[in-house]
């Protein structure tokens, strides 16, 4: 038989190989290992299904974590499972509309990281990243464009996860060298294949195949799957080694003559292995996959031998799976409008009553207290709207910049909304945990006659003064915070995964995580580091980002009392925004003014500290919905016209 597209793909595996093992995976290493201590939701469809499933479990092998494979349209159906968990999207071409729509979907329903995984820069879903806030992309150019089958894009995208894995594990071997050094057992993978000549011919004679398989190797069973299936070769039924023995074996005693097993097998199960083996009927085909382990090595091992195993069954039946044709319906069916046949779930409870009741911990509150959560919303707009205000305070990272872009400065609505706002007379503050980088960065954006009119409160406070001015930083030290510093570098050769800690005498202790890694658990870390030493955790607050350990008497309030007593202004005239509204988060001081707004998380107060926009909206989105509704009404006054219908 002449070559086919498929086996013109599988040809060119080891140059892919060998071009994956070339590539520098260090963003995506730190997006894996920003990730370590949550779960994480790995999404994809076909062979990018593969590849999210290949995440999940050395994810679960690496972390101890429970991590989910989805397909998107269990994303799109259910959004919420995006809702408190890393979320890594991958898509080979990023043009098919079931991703990007999860990908919509995931970024509205997720405080969370959103990650994409994807081999081109140009592709409906990077446009619909490029769209939305907090989200990280991963490109990985891949020349040529597969087939019907994923082939090369998948083994691309498969090895870069595993050695993003292997890597962090610090097993600098975690992958050969060359794909040709990959072993079955003791076999390399065409010694492999070879053996499996009278197993293919059963197999395609009896047009059934059932894979049982360790948990450890799901990600290969559920590819050979995959392509046994989309291929239209064999029916293929999956079931680990004892799902199988909870009923499936009676396909054996039924349908002798229409089935054969394989086994993908590592060294944990080949003894429960041959004696199921031993067991049954003897006219059934058995053939199996020894893996040596389930390590990345032996993953990626078992993707490609699969890949040729299914090669040579779709030859033995002469089908070439790589350019099948496509009848039209099946197009059809693939480009279906998802967002017109598949609406939005509807939420029971309203987005801004439900983020009260998710930082109270109220997970499912009793329909007779939901009256009380009510009126306190509905009391809390009937006074901000009719309110004017002289001066409003932002928060910096996570409600004027997106958090995880923090060498950006705002963007362009964010710059274009506080130009008017100064220009108009009004008062504006921003207070931030950072120093004169902000500065720097407004500077980039923003003309000397507005910035003339900006407070800024840096140092979560300590340092308070106008954006053209530089900070001059006292030349004292706080006992307090060099305590604080030696813990946290006590902290860090520990193997706590601190990026950086920053200590400003006589203001704060900043200690920056890897990027992606909820630091609400590291604050607990911190917090016990602390209270061991017998020292106070009442100056102990957290971001999207960091914890920060402040001085006494410093904080963010400290730029609201600013404005009030230089510029007279009555503290009923300010409104605050920010993002972390909820103690230990770092704009709670922010956000328990009476009049504040939440972008993200809000205060645990019910007459204040609301997230009024959408639920769908959050951080820096949430800020523009705000600014889009204050309306000047005389020079140096506004209001808020939270009851306009949206304009999105």
């Given amino acids: 038989m002449s070559t086919n597209r498929y086996q013109s793909e599988l040809d060119k595996l080891p140059e892919t190989y060998a ?18 201590e949550s779960s994480v939701i790995g999404v994809g469809s076909g062979g990018s299904f593969t590849v999210a499933s290949l995440l999940c479990n050395l994810h679960e092998a690496y972390t101890g974590r429970v991590s989910r494979p989805s397909t998107p349209l269990e994303i799109i159906c259910n959004p919420t499972l995006a809702s408190s968990s890393p979320v890594f999207l991958i898509s080979a071409e990023g043009k098919n509309p079931d991703i990007t729509e999860a990908l919509g979907r995931a970024r509205h329903h997720s405080a969370r990281p959103i990650h994409v995984l994807t081999n081109r820069s140009d ?56 794909m040709a050094d990959l072993l079955i057992g003791d076999q390399s993978v065409a010694q492999w294949l070879a053996s499996a000549e009278a197993f293919i011919e059963a197999a395609t004679q009896r047009g059934a195949v059932i894979v049982t398989y360790s948990p450890l190797l799901r990600p290969i069973a559920a590819d050979l799957e995959s392509k046994l299936s ?74 490609v031998a699969q890949m040729h195993l299914v090669d040579a069954i779709a030859k033995k039946m002469g089908k070439d799976p790589g350019q099948p044709n496509v009848p039209q319906f099946g197009r059809d069916i693939y480009y279906l409008d998802l967002p017109e046949f598949i609406p939005v779930p509807e939420a029971r409870v309203p987005a801004d009553e439900q983020s009260k009741y998710d930082v109270l ?141 920053k200590t400003t005498h006589p203001y704060q202790v900043s200690i920056r995580f890897r990027d992606g890694l909820p630091t609400d658990q590291m604050w607990f870390v911190v917090a016990d580091a602390l209270r061991q030493a017998g020292l106070t955790t009442t100056s102990l607050f957290r971001s999207k980002h960091s914890v920060d350990v402040l001085a006494p008497r410093i904080g963010k309030a400290g730029l609201i009392a600013h404005i009030i007593q230089h510029s007279k202004v009555d503290p009923h005239q300010i409104v605050t925004m920010g993002d972390q509204g909820a103690w230990p988060g770092n704009d709670v001081s922010l956000l328990e003014h009476r009049f504040s707004l939440s972008v993200d998380m809000p205060s645990r107060r019910l007459d204040r500290g609301w997230k009024l926009a959408p639920g769908h909206k959050r951080d820096v989105d949430a800020t523009l919905w705000y600014l889009d509704r204050f309306r000047i009404v005389e020079p140096g006054k506004f209001t808020i016209a939270l009851r306009e219908e949206p304009s999105d």
């Avoid at 071009?19 to 370590?36: N, Q, T, W, Y």
């Avoid at 199988?244 to 074996?249: C, D, I, K, Q, T």
Wanted: hydrophobic share 45%; glycine share 8%; aromatic share 6%.
């Fill in 19 to 36: 071009g994956a093992m070339r590539e520098d995976v260090a963003r995506l290493k730190g997006a894996i290992a920003g990730a370590s």
């Fill in 123 to 178: 592709s409906p879903l990077m446009t619909g990243a490029s769209m939305l806030s907090d989200v990280s992309t991963h490109v990985f150019e891949l020349r040529d464009k597969d087939g019907y089958l994923a082939t090369n894009s998948l083994l691309l995208d498969a090895v870069l996860v595993a050695r993003a894995y292997g890597e962090l594990d610090g097993t600098e071997d975690a992958l050969p060298v060359a």
């Fill in 230 to 303: 989309e291929g239209a070769l064999l029916h293929c039924q999956l079931a680990d080694l004892r799902s199988f023995a909870h009923g499936r074996h009676l396909w054996l005693a039924e349908r002798p003559r229409d089935t054969v097993v394989l086994a993908l097998i590592e060294p944990s199960l080949s003894a429960l292995w041959d004696k199921m083996r031993d067991l049954f009927p003897r006219n059934v085909p058995t053939f199996s996959m020894p893996l040596p382990g389930a390590l990345p090595r032996d993953l990626i091992a078992g993707l």
């Fill in 361 to 501: 911990g109220a997970r499912w509150p009793s329909p007779r207290k939901r009256s009380d959560m009510s009126r306190a919303r509905n009391a809390f707009v009937n006074d901000i709207t009719k309110q004017s205000f002289r001066a409003v305070v932002f928060d910096y990272d996570g409600t004027l910049t997106a958090s995880q872009r923090r060498t950006e400065p705002p963007a362009a609505p964010v710059v274009q909304h506080i130009q008017r706002l100064v220009e108009a007379g009004v008062l504006v503050g921003i207070a931030s945990g950072r120093g004169d980088s902000i500065q720097q960065e407004l500077t980039k954006v923003l003309p000397e006659d507005v910035l003339s009119g900006l407070f800024l409160g840096l140092y979560n406070g300590g340092w308070i003064g106008s954006a053209i001015a530089l900070p001059e930083i006292p030349n004292t030290t706080v006992e307090f915070l060099s305590h604080v510093t030696r813990i946290a570098w006590r902290l860090k050769s520990l193997g706590v995964p601190i990026e950086r800690i």
